[in-house]
């Protein structure tokens, strides 16, 4: 139900220099989606009546990102005036002018924060009628995080660091004392504001601080100075307002992220013999009594079905595992394993390949576009391209479906219950009928009627001599010369 006295304020304008990379950092991916997918996720599920997304930084990939996970919301241009306080002011432009509620501001860049810790603020918030409620964490090392002071319950100004007492002011790392510095309750960049007070101090920011921003945090010092009540709200779990600004952080929220999302799985009956190295996306779901062994990636919105068994070794991407299938030692995107079939080892399913119920694709085989059949297989040593094969079919090992002539990609069809022989070269466009054979190192060109055995006649010749003719003193000439004499005393009996 949609909350008609809530608008949410993302601050997705910042440049993420710290992640020294060429992709914005909040389109760096953690479990599988962007950063900020995961705070718009968050702020959908809050359901307020208004989100406005302020961005600047290579806007175009981050709206293209935000109108997708939030068609109704509306994106908005920072202008010169850098800081969080200048964000906020402009997005607050976008809201109707007769809104009167709340503004939730969150940032971009905290993926961890949930929906119960939002909507425990906001109830906070609205139980103790504050003109601002924020969200604080305590940190072992709070560097680079803005700190929380507080005034003593004593006075209306003093100690710093009593935790106890009322807030005063967020003070940020830059600008902050020795003093300040020690404080270990750090700014989580969390805030819920009546929208009122908000429009009446945010022209009142100045640019009067070592980095020359409008923060919005010297809105609660102003509020303080004004009597107004501002209530922090610690979080139980630091990690859960943490922001990523470097690759570090990213590796730290992602291997937080990862134990979560698995913790989840093995609660919903998945066996995860190795969590420390298996990796599942967000979007990845498995039915109960599936198996993952160590060294197994589950990427994307791959699905796994009940009883399957994945790994050790394995990256699927986008695939769907049927119930009891096996996968092993194997890299699959966009493929679909039936029920009951067999991958690996070492297999490498490219996109559209498709493996019927029961089927098996063998350890080396590569398959690209391909659809094979229930309980057909392709055992061993073997690239199946662009091709079609039908049920119960036995491909020989070392086949070669040869789908591209340096133009244009051709396909194969194989039929049914039909079994070829090791070393095939398969040169399409060709057809192989039901129940059809083919001999050993063929290299089938022409249609295949059903029924049929298809061979290439080319009589073997021996050139007897040869290596004496050729190789005169080498070690095979020497071996040669051994056996033909040991024949030739056998055979004459002496």
Known sequence: ?????????????????????????????????????????????????????????????????????????VVVDQDETPGTGRAVEQALAALPADFDGDVLVINGDTPMLDVQTLAGLVNEHRRGRASATLLSAFLDDPSGYGRIVRAAPETSAGAATDTNGRVDRIVEHKDATDSELAIAEINAGVYLFGVSELRDLL????????????????????????????????????????????????????????????????????????????????????????????????????????????????????????????????????????????????????????????????????????????????????????AHI?????????????????????????????????????VAPVTIGDGAYSGAGTVVRKNVPPGSLAMNVAPQRNLEGWVATHRAGSAADAAARRSLEQNSTEQTGE
């Open 1 to 73: 139900m949609t909350d008609a006295n809530l608008a949410i304020i993302i601050l997705a304008a910042g440049q993420g220099t710290r992640m020294k990379s060429e992709t914005p950092k909040l389109l760096h991916t953690l479990a599988g989606i962007p950063i900020v997918s995961h705070v718009l996720a968050t702020a959908r599920e809050l359901d307020a009546a208004y989100t406005v997304a302020v961005v600047r930084h290579e806007r175009d990939a981050l709206v293209a990102v935000i109108t997708d996970e939030l068609p109704n919301g």
């Open 390 to 426: 039908g049920v119960d079919s036995n491909i020989g090992a070392g086949s070669i479906f040869a789908n591209y002539n340096g133009v244009t990609k051709s396909e194969t069809e194989i039929g049914s219950n039909v079994k070829l022989g090791s070393h095939n070269v398969f």
């Open 203 to 386: 022209p009142q920011l100045t640019l009067h601080n070592a980095q020359g921003e409008k923060y919005l945090t010297d809105i609660i010092e102003l509020l303080r100075r004004a009597g107004s009540e501002v209530t922090v709200l610690p979080v139980a779990e630091s990690w859960l307002v943490a922001g990523i600004n470097d690759r570090a952080q990213l590796s730290e929220a992602a291997a937080k992220l990862n134990a979560l999302i698995i913790r989840g799985w093995q609660l919903a009956g998945v066996t995860v013999e190795d969590p420390a190295s298996t990796w599942i996306d967000l979007k990845a779901s498995f039915e109960p009594d599936v198996t993952l062994l160590p060294g197994t990636q589950i990427r994307g919105a791959t699905v796994v079905a009940r009883g399957a068994i994945v790994g050790p070794d394995t990256t699927l991407v986008d695939c769907e595992v049927g119930e009891g299938a096996t996968v092993k030692r194997t890299d699959a995107t966009l493929s679909v394993i039936g029920a009951g079939a067999s991958v690996g080892p070492f297999a490498y399913l490219r996109p559209n390949t498709i493996l019927g119920a029961n089927g098996k694709i063998g350890t080396f085989v590569e398959t690209k576009n391909a659809q094979i059949g229930e309980g057909s297989k392709v055992p061993h040593l073997s690239y199946v391209g662009d």
